[in-house]
C-alpha cells in the first residue's frame, strides 16, 4: 500500500515560489512503471492536473503551467516536490500528491494540503 503525505506551507505571499513536498511510504519512487503526480482543487471548482515525474525521473507539466511549474525529486528522502513560481491568488488550492501504477488501476492520494496565497 502507497501512502502520500503533502507538507509546505499552508500560506504564501503573491510572486513568491510555493514549493510542497510529497513524502512517499511503501513504495520507492524509483520503482517501475509509478508515475508521482501533483492535482490541485480551487476553491468552488474541479480537480485540475499540474504535472508529474515518473519512476525514471522524466517529468510533465501541462501547458498552461509550463512556465511557473517544475517537479523535482529526492530518491535518497523518497520525495517528490513541486516547485510553482510567481503564485497569485488564483493559486489558491488545495493540493494533492498522488501516485498511478502505468496500465493498473493502482491509484493512491494524499489527504491534501490547503493553501492560500494572500498578500
Known amino acids: 500500500q502507497v501512502q502520500l503525505q503533502e507538507s509546505g506551507p499552508g500560506l504564501a505571499k503573491p510572486s513568491q515560489t510555493l514549493s510542497l513536498t510529497c513524502t512517499v511510504s511503501g513504495s520507492a519512487i524509483t520503482t517501475d512503471r509509478y508515475y508521482w503526480s501533483w492535482i490541485r482543487q480551487p476553491p468552488g471548482k474541479g480537480l485540475e492536473f499540474i504535472g508529474w515525474?515518473?519512476?525514471?525521473?522524466?517529468?510533465y507539466v501541462r501547458s498552461s503551467l509550463n512556465s511557473r511549474a517544475t517537479i523535482s525529486r529526492d530518491t535518497s528522502q523518497n520525495q517528490f516536490t513541486l516547485h510553482l513560481s510567481t503564485v497569485t491568488p488564483e493559486d489558491t488550492a488545495v493540493y494533492f500528491c498522488?501516485?498511478?501504477?502505468?496500465?493498473?488501476?493502482?491509484?493512491?492520494w494524499g489527504q491534501g494540503t490547503q493553501v492560500t496565497v494572500s498578500g
Open positions: 498522488t501516485a498511478r501504477l502505468e496500465a493498473s488501476a493502482d491509484n493512491y
Open positions: 515525474i515518473s519512476y525514471s525521473g522524466r517529468t
